[in-house]
């Protein structure tokens, strides 16, 4: 993709703050930093997102998100936690039209970031939740 700025850091042709890259992904501190050590790991091949996946690779990039956490786990003085957050689509907040999964560091309960979850559980019946694990389990099995 001629104007994607995540190929254009993979190809060099952006400067970034790389932290890894192998033949299937590139690591890089995201310019935003929306807490200390924000950092994002993409793959090397432009996907749009996670629904554009294929096993391998998924395989590829998702076996790169421990070696992620763990380094930023051990290079961030003060971390507690780690949201690790891939956006898909623009209703769910992606802005990069590249698949890309955030690493935000956690140091406190005040920091710059927030995530809330919100209980819904009155809103479903049983009848609800059974009926949508059975088509999602059915479908599952006959991917397979």
Partial sequence: MNDCIFCKIINGEVPSY???ENEFVYSFLDLSQTTYGHTLLVPRKHVQDIFAYDENLA???FSSVPLIAK???ESLTGLKGLNIINNNGTIAGQSVFH???HFIPRYNDKDTFTLKFTDNSKSY???DLTGLANKMSEKIKNEN
């Fill in 59 to 61: 395989k590829n990039v």
């Fill in 99 to 101: 698949s890309h999964i």
């Fill in 18 to 20: 790389k932290i890894y």
């Fill in 71 to 73: 380094t930023l786990e």
């Fill in 125 to 127: 019946s049983e009848n």
